[in-house]
């Protein structure tokens, strides 16, 4: 089974939306990493949060980590058609420095 | 943060030969690579670490004599995909680890015909 799970898996949304997209881990957490992949293409990261209750925003986005529920969930507000593309959560779950990454939301802004 | 550079971004072969693929860290020294691939709507999946000076670890079920890893200096980690399949066809994506965080490259696509 998939360490971490993101859900919804895909997203379709109206341009002015808000919208939230979840990462639930089946192991502890000791911190995670948000990236935005356009398809085909590299990683850009958006957000590490390492402690519990910790909470960051740049620009739109908001990325809340809740260590007791081992969840995290990424928060867009007002999307505009730039946000589309995949999102992708990372953890270093065993502390070994190797990432694990969730399955992914596709994200499709409609303008 | 690190730049990370891979080359090439594209690579179209035949069935049965071999591709290169380089991860460069361009702005500092890395003595841990690690190289990912995603398939088509998937997510990455880690294959192996690459350790500078010594042997690359793989993750379970990665082959290590159809993925050759070479991490010669600090800041160039090589990929070979030996004796491409179609199946290997996917998106090879290198990352490089500064204190707690990775860096990732952007990515090399590589179809096999």
């Known amino acids: 089974s998939q360490e971490l799970e993101q859900s919804p898996q895909s997203l379709i949304v109206q341009e002015g939306k808000n919208l939230t997209i979840n990462c639930t881990s089946s192991k502890t957490l000791y911190g995670l990493y948000w990236y935005k992949q356009k398809y085909g293409e590299g990683l850009i990261f958006l957000m590490m949060l390492q402690k519990g209750g910790e909470e960051k925003s740049h620009e739109k986005i908001t990325a809340k980590l809740d260590e007791k529920k081992q969840q995290s969930s990424l928060h867009i507000t007002a999307s505009q058609p730039s946000h589309a593309g995949i999102y992708l959560c990372?953890?270093?779950?065993?502390?070994?420095?190797?990432?694990?990454f969730g399955t992914g939301t596709r994200l499709k802004v409609l303008a | 943060g690190a730049v990370v550079s891979q080359h090439p971004s594209r690579v179209i072969c035949k069935s049965g030969t071999s591709v290169k693929i380089e991860c460069r860290s361009l702005d500092f020294q890395a003595t841990t690579m690690f190289w990912y691939r995603q398939f088509p709507k998937q997510s990455l999946m880690l294959m192996a670490t690459s350790n500078e000076g010594s042997k690359a670890t793989y993750e379970q079920g990665v082959e290590k004599d159809k993925f050759l890893i070479n991490h010669a200096s600090l800041t160039l980690s090589t990929l070979t995909v030996t004796s491409a399949h179609p199946e290997d066809s996917s998106f090879y994506i290198c990352?490089?680890?500064?204190?707690?965080?990775?860096?990732f490259g952007p990515g090399t696509r590589l179809t096999v015909l």
């Open positions: 990372g953890a270093d779950i065993q502390r070994t420095y190797k990432y694990i």
């Open positions: 990352s490089v680890q500064l204190y707690n965080e990775q860096f």
